[in-house]
């Protein structure tokens, strides 16, 4: 009696607008009545009253992912995630929301969580491979799946996901032999199907993979198992209809949408680029407001060089499903394609921000940013080049030369601090030691000897004595040695009085003379920065 019950709770709704049971029914309601908009409307609002209630939270962040808005449903996982979330069932919920939408490090994490407290859970050990596998981490993989084994050997997921874990790790002759073992006694099981079916592709029998997949499917695999044995009887050649079993689930599933998208990415994977538009373009046809069709059909115009239809539809895809990393990849590669570079780095960095750790993107964004910086002679670099080159011009490095422990006057970094702000913490300070001068001061050394390295902590002599250590190393290639910086003592000594001493560095037990300033040796009036 959903109309009664919506009326109940939308009297207590209407005289307590915060009363979190009545907003839990009104949702409830919406959602059983088909009104979605309602529902999302509400529990938007009673997420924003109650932060730290965890079910409208997870009940918000999987209708998001529904949408497709992973990055929202990301930063409402966060909220819970940081948080003192207790009830495991919540932290392995949070944990499959940053699976879903792609966080693995946080997936992982809270699936670490969810086994430190139910250590002998399997369901939540096989969770926290799943995770790491994503990240291909197979080695810790391997290791709960082992755990899994010993803590309830009669599983068969867990002895599943070994096998996988065997195959990313190089050894799928022995993961066919398990995968055989495990089907002796589990004939039926689709799953142990699929994965002796895996290692035998592993293992480049494709003939005998394809006919292991087509097994699977028999057995209730689904639409994988068939795309695996289409790609596995494609790889092996020869075959004169190698879609065959793919074209039959079509017309057996009512022109399946996503086996139609399967063939399609089949065409497009083996550089069939006639077959491939063909499909997509039938796809659009059927399904105008599917961002992954619209988003492929942009990457077959953009291989063929059509642009501007590539760009059409990859910013279609962009508008149909704005927080897709893979989505604005596409279409931050087209505008890169076409010469745009502005608009090529926006989308390539909001794909690299939706998208962490994704190397293609990340290639992406690295190679428009060098077309876009080539006039001006950017180059790709190192980090022991930003290192040495920082060090050359006297730029402190936070952990190293200057922590929260060190006062700016000392480092040299006044300039940076407006003490003409009516106040702040540490404003005080700051004045004082302006006025009294500072306790010690950071130097900058050239080593004379172009041959010995710096890294850090070599001990500072000054006029022959220790008078403290190098915070920082690294070769200058600009001043032709190292170059190391370093606090000096100087407490009511000028700056002219610190550089008129004689200084040396002790490099593994060597004394070495060095030059001393106080302003950067390299390019001191910043001229060569200013582009």
């Known amino acids: 009696q ?64 529904e949408d497709g808005l992973n990055i ?42 969810a086994v430190e407290r139910s250590p002998q859970s399997v369901p939540l050990m096989l969770d926290l491979t799943r995770a790491l596998m994503s990240q291909r981490k197979y080695a810790d993989a391997m290791l709960v799946t082992e755990r899994a084994i010993a803590t309830d050997p009669s599983s068969v997921p867990a ?22 073992a495990l089907a ?12 002796r079916a895996e290692a035998l592709a592993a293992m480049g029998d494709s003939r005998r993979a394809a006919a292991a997949f087509r097994a699977a499917a028999e057995k209730g695999a689904g639409l994988n198992a068939i795309v695996r044995e289409t790609q596995q009887r494609l790889a092996a050649g020869n075959d004169p209809a190698p879609e065959e079993s793919l074209l039959n689930w079509i017309a ?15 065409y497009q994977h083996q550089g069939d680029r006639d077959a491939a538009r063909d499909a997509y373009l039938a796809l659009a046809a059927d399904y105008p407001d599917d961002a992954v069709v619209q988003n492929n059909l942009a990457i077959e115009f953009q291989l063929v060089g059509e642009f501007e239809l590539a760009l059409e539809h990859a910013t279609n895809a962009r508008g149909q499903q704005p927080q897709s990393g893979s989505i604005a990849d596409t279409l931050g590669w087209i505008y890169r394609d076409l010469g745009d570079y502005a608009n090529a780095v926006k989308h390539l960095r909001e794909a690299r921000r939706m998208s962490p750790g994704n190397k293609t993107i990340e290639y992406h964004l690295a190679a428009t940013l060098a077309d876009a910086g080539a006039d001006v002679g950017l180059r ?17 490095h936070f952990g190293h030369d200057i922590t929260s422990e060190d006062h700016v006057i000392d480092a040299g970094l006044g300039f ?12 005080d300070a700051v004045l004082t030691r302006k006025q009294t001068g500072p306790k010690m001061r950071m130097v900058q050394f050239l080593l004379n000897d172009p041959e010995p390295m710096l890294y850090h902590y070599e001990p500072i002599l000054r006029d022959g004595e220790v008078v403290g250590y190098l915070s920082s190393g690294a070769y200058g290639h600009h001043l032709d040695g190292a170059v190391g910086l370093g606090y000096v003592p100087c407490d009511g000594e000028t700056a002219k009085e610190v550089l008129a001493s004689t200084y040396e560095i ?7 003379r060095a030059q001393a300033s106080l302003k950067p040796m390299y390019d001191a009036k910043s001229e060569r920065v200013k582009v």
């Open 2 to 65: 959903l109309d009664a019950a919506g009326e109940n709770f939308q009297a207590v709704f209407d005289a307590d607008t915060k009363n979190l049971t009545a907003s839990l029914g009104l949702i409830q309601v919406a959602l059983e009545s088909g009104d979605r908009n309602r529902a999302l409307n509400l529990l938007e609002k009673t997420y924003l009253d109650y932060p730290g209630e965890a079910l409208p939270a997870l009940v918000l962040a999987n209708m998001y992912l």
């Open 72 to 113: 929202d449903a990301m930063e409402v996982a966060a909220t819970i995630a940081d948080g003192d979330v207790r009830e495991l069932s919540v932290v392995r919920s949070v944990g499959r929301i940053f699976f879903t939408a792609g966080d693995m490090q946080r997936a992982q994490e809270q699936f670490e969580i």
């Open 159 to 180: 002895r599943v996901l070994q096998i996988l874990t065997m195959i990313q790790l190089g050894q799928a002759g022995e993961a066919e032999q398990r995968a055989l």
């Open 184 to 195: 002796e006694s589990h004939p039926n099981d689709a799953s142990v199907a699929l994965a």
């Open 252 to 266: 057996a599933n009512d022109g399946d949408i996503e086996a139609r998208k399967a063939l399609a990415g089949l």
């Open 380 to 396: 790709f670099c190192g980090m022991h080049m930003m290192d040495s080159c920082r060090i050359e011009k006297g730029f402190r």
């Open 416 to 427: 940076a601090v407006d003490v003409n702000k009516p106040s702040f913490i540490g404003r």
């Open 506 to 512: 002790d490099v593994m037990g060597t004394r070495v």
